[in-house]
């Protein structure tokens, strides 16, 4: 069974600082690895989409790598602003299978 | 264009009642998921539509709970006799399917927040 876990559950940041969200998962044999954003009482907001043949992905302010032989993804947000709080989710795709595990999340908030 | 859209965005039943959730994915996508968020855990995979085939039900807790989708568009997740336990959040997805870069790529809807008294 594929399991996701994100470190630091939770983390606040002053404005303007860099922020670095770690997901790790037992599993290599992934097809991709998704992030995402959840407001509270909303629901997910899809920020990037990496294949397993890629190393990164890059969106404006937001980008995440993968390492599927070690089974590890990061993703970093330059500069950080209030507007980034929220909890950020990673998932994982696993091959032959479309279902969708996910990490309980990176809880941010950034400090004005 | 619209996204994923889920009815009731809100739901108060008593112990044992049936309930109905509704969701409605992106227009033209083929795949269509059900989660579920209960409070303290992640996401959980209950089951999976892809055009035609049978869906994937492996997800789902127990007998009480049932999904359908008809006509490849719209879903209705069914939970009978609901316990408390069934409180949580829902949420529906949606994705294209097929050999494009962007396929499996899944789109959330705002969810459905079940509380059962």
């Known amino acids: 069974k594929q399991e996701v876990t994100q470190i630091p559950a939770a983390l606040s940041v002053p404005e303007g600082e860099n922020l670095v969200l770690n997901c790790s998962f037992t599993d290599s044999a992934i097809y991709n690895l998704q992030w995402f954003r959840q407001d509270p009482g909303k629901g997910l907001t899809s920020l990037l989409l990496?294949?397993?043949?890629?190393r990164e992905q890059t969106s404006g302010r937001l980008n995440a790598s993968l390492d599927k032989s070690s089974g590890r993804s990061t993703l970093y947000i330059a500069a950080s602003q209030p507007g980034d709080s929220a909890t950020y989710l990673c998932?994982?795709?696993?091959?032959?299978?479309?279902?969708?595990?996910f990490g309980k999340g990176n809880q941010v908030v950034v400090i004005p | 264009g619209a996204g994923v859209s889920q009815s009731p965005s809100n739901k108060v039943t008593e112990k044992g009642k049936d309930v109905e959730l509704r969701c409605d994915p992106i227009?033209?996508?083929?795949?269509l998921y059900w989660y579920r968020q209960s409070l303290g855990q992640g996401l959980e995979f209950l089951i999976y539509f892809q055009g035609n085939s049978a869906p994937d039900k492996s997800g789902l807790p127990s007998d009480r709970f049932s999904a359908e989708r008809t006509g490849g568009s719209v879903s209705t997740l069914t939970i009978q006799r609901t316990q408390q336990e069934d409180s949580a959040v829902y949420l529906c997805a949606s994705s294209l399917s097929g050999m494009s870069y962007r396929a499996y790529e899944q789109y959330f809807g705002p969810g459905t927040r079940l509380t059962v008294t």
């Open positions: 990496i294949q397993s043949s890629q």
């Open positions: 998932a994982v795709r696993r091959g032959g299978n479309n279902r969708l595990a």
């Open positions: 227009s033209g996508h083929t795949a």
